[in-house]
């Protein structure tokens, strides 16, 4: 399994800095795509977001029996080393488990392209260093058709630049709010962007608090 996206520094969150992602996209032209179908609630016992990539669409990835679908796109080369999905509306609707983006990231996916996202799944993507990139519907329809083929199925995606180029050499345009692409480029969660502030919050302590009167008897 490759490593995550994610590593603990000083007890935050921390991530390898989004900016340019090159890399196998697998295309998964299915809208709606729950969170339970991204990871079924039977592997949410664990502790640790260690092994849910093992888990990533475990419905449509496995028979009953746990053995590989052999026609699932992610069961196949080159796909099985992607890091890019692409995807259709919807995508990550459900429950609002945040374990969805761990899997994603534990497989190796760093960013997921479609037309749209359910609220919750896009803001916990950006918390897990995930990209969850908005696309116009033509973009993705032509994106899913190159990603389905091993000849054209490189894509790179330019953060910075705001579009993906593919394999060739078309680009497709996205948008993403100015603070989650900041987040991204940063590789840090909101408590590590928090902690970038230690300074002028100690500052803050230092005179604020001496002019704060004490509570009498230490009561309210």
């Known amino acids: 399994m490759r490593s995550r996206a994610r590593s603990s520094t000083l007890g935050h969150s921390a991530y390898d800095p989004f900016t340019l992602v090159t890399g196998v996209a697998a295309p998964l032209p299915i809208a ?72 994603l990231a534990d497989f190796g996916i760093r960013t997921v392209l479609a037309p749209s996202f359910a609220d919750i799944f896009y803001n916990n993507a950006f918390k897990n260093g995930l990209l969850p990139a908005k696309l116009e519907a033509g973009a993705v329809e032509r994106l899913l058709a190159l990603a389905g083929n091993p000849a054209t199925c490189l894509l790179k995606v330019d953060l910075e630049a705001g579009e993906v180029t593919a394999a060739t050499g078309e680009t497709f345009p996205f948008d993403v709010p100015a603070e989650k692409r900041e987040a991204l480029l940063s590789g840090l969660d909101e408590i590590g962007r928090s902690l970038k502030l230690e300074p002028a919050i100690a500052e803050f302590e230092t005179r604020h608090l001496p002019g704060v009167p004490p509570i009498p008897n230490g009561k309210f």
């Open 32 to 103: 709606n795509v729950d969170t339970d179908q991204i990871v079924p609630g039977r592997f949410l016992k664990g502790t640790t977001r260690d092994g849910l990539g093992k888990v990533l669409l475990a419905p449509l990835r496995y028979d009953p029996d746990g053995r590989e679908q052999q026609d699932f796109i992610l069961n196949r080369e080159p796909w099985r080393q992607a890091k890019i999905l692409v995807t259709l509306d919807n995508f990550g609707c459900g429950s609002s488990r945040e374990h969805a983006a761990w899997a």
